[in-house]
C-alpha cells in the first residue's frame, strides 16, 4: 500500500469513515474494503462511545494504518439520533468524519433477509419493547425496512457517499466503494459530485438528486457500426455530442450545474448525485456523463463516475 500518509482526508490531518444506511445493505462488504486498504476498522459499538473511541485512536501511534473507519451499531433503541449526536461531538471535538451511506431497493433487502433468515433489526428492536411498541410498530418485514428507510434519512443527506447495491455482486461492490472512496479521498474538500449513467429500461437510480433524459439525442445504437461500442469510445461520443443537438445540450447542461453547485454549497449540501438516463444505459447516456465528468474536475469538483447499466445496454 505504500507509505502511511497524515493528508489524505479533505477535511482533516486523518481519515475518520462512518459506514451506515439500510440493514442488509452491504456495511459489511464495505468495512471489509477498507481494511484490506489498511485502514483500523472497529464495528459494532454503541454511538455513544465512538468520539471516545476516536479520541483514544488519535492520541495512539498511528503510522500502521491510513484512518478509523466505524461501523453503525444498528441495534440501538436511540438509533439513529445517537448517531446524529455522535457526530455532531464529533464535530465539536475538531474531526471530520466522512459518512458513507449504503441502500438497496426494498425487493433485494427483502430477498437477502430471507435467504439468510435473520430478524431485521427494527421489527426486533420493536419486538423487545414490550406490546405497546410493537403495536406501533412493523408487521412485517417489508414495513420494518420502509420504517428504517424513513429513520435513516437525516443521515442520508449527510453522506458523503450514497451507494446503491441493488445491482452489484459482491466482486461489483468491493471495486464501486474503492473508486467513491478514491475520489472523496483525492478531493479539495469540495461539494462532491456523483454521477451516474443508468438505462431508463433498467430503472433509474433510487439516490438521484437530479435526473435528465437524454432519450432526445441521435442513438448510436440504430448505427450498425457503433451498436457493439459505448459512450467511452470516441466514435459514439463524436456522434453523440459533436454536433447539435447534444453539442449545445452538454454546455448549457454544464453552464446549468456550475451556476447550481455553489447554492448547494452554501446550503451546506455534502453531496449531489445526478443521474443521466438513455434507453439502454450504454451510448448516450455514457457519452454525456463521461464528458460531464470531465469538464466538473477541471472546475476542481470532487466528481466520481459510475456507469450503471452499460454491460446490460
Not at 474494503?33 to 472497529?42: K, T
Not at 461531538?89 to 431497493?105: C, N
Request: with cysteine.
Amino acid at each position: 500500500m505504500g507509505p502511511a500518509r497524515e493528508d489524505i482526508t479533505p477535511g482533516g490531518p486523518f481519515p475518520l469513515i462512518i459506514v451506515g444506511g439500510l440493514s442488509g445493505a452491504g456495511k459489511s462488504t464495505a468495512i471489509d474494503v477498507f481494511e484490506d486498504l489498511r485502514f483500523f476498522v472497529v464495528d459494532g459499538l454503541p454511538a455513544s462511545i465512538v468520539p471516545k473511541l476516536t479520541g483514544l485512536f488519535m492520541g495512539q501511534n498511528q503510522l500502521h494504518f491510513r484512518g478509523l473507519v466505524i461501523g453503525m451499531y444498528f441495534r440501538d433503541r436511540n438509533f439513529p439520533d445517537s448517531w446524529l449526536e455522535a457526530i455532531e461531538e464529533l464535530k465539536r471535538l475538531g474531526l471530520h468524519p466522512q459518512i458513507i451511506y449504503m441502500e438497496a431497493r426494498t425487493d433485494i433487502l427483502v430477498r437477502r433477509y430471507s435467504s439468510t433468515r435473520r430478524p431485521h433489526p427494527v421489527a426486533q428492536l420493536m419486538a423487545v419493547d414490550g406490546e405497546e411498541g410493537a403495536e406501533n410498530g412493523p408487521t412485517s418485514l417489508d414495513e420494518a425496512i420502509t420504517l428504517e428507510r424513513e429513520r435513516l434519512y437525516p443521515l442520508k443527506k449527510m453522506a458523503d457517499i450514497v451507494i446503491d447495491t441493488s445491482d452489484y455482486s459482491v466482486h461489483d461492490l468491493r471495486k464501486m466503494i474503492q473508486q467513491k472512496w478514491t475520489a472523496v479521498e483525492e478531493g479539495t474538500g469540495r461539494l462532491h459530485i456523483q454521477i451516474i449513467s443508468f438505462g431508463f429500461k433498467y430503472g433509474p437510480p433510487a439516490e438521484a438528486d437530479l435526473l435528465f433524459d437524454l432519450r432526445f439525442l441521435p442513438n448510436p445504437y440504430f448505427v450498425e457500426s457503433m451498436r457493439p461500442m459505448t459512450g467511452m469510445d470516441t466514435a459514439v461520443a463524436d456522434y453523440v455530442l459533436g454536433e447539435d443537438p447534444g453539442k449545445t445540450f452538454l454546455a448549457k447542461l454544464s453552464e446549468f450545474l456550475e451556476y447550481l453547485f455553489p447554492l448547494y454549497e452554501a446550503e451546506g449540501r455534502y453531496r449531489v448525485t445526478i443521474g443521466i438516463g438513455c434507453t439502454g444505459g450504454r451510448h448516450r447516456s455514457v457519452a454525456v456523463s463521461e464528458a460531464l465528468s470531465k469538464s466538473l474536475k477541471e472546475s476542481h469538483y470532487v466528481v466520481s463516475l459510475e456507469h450503471r447499466h452499460v454491460e446490460l445496454g
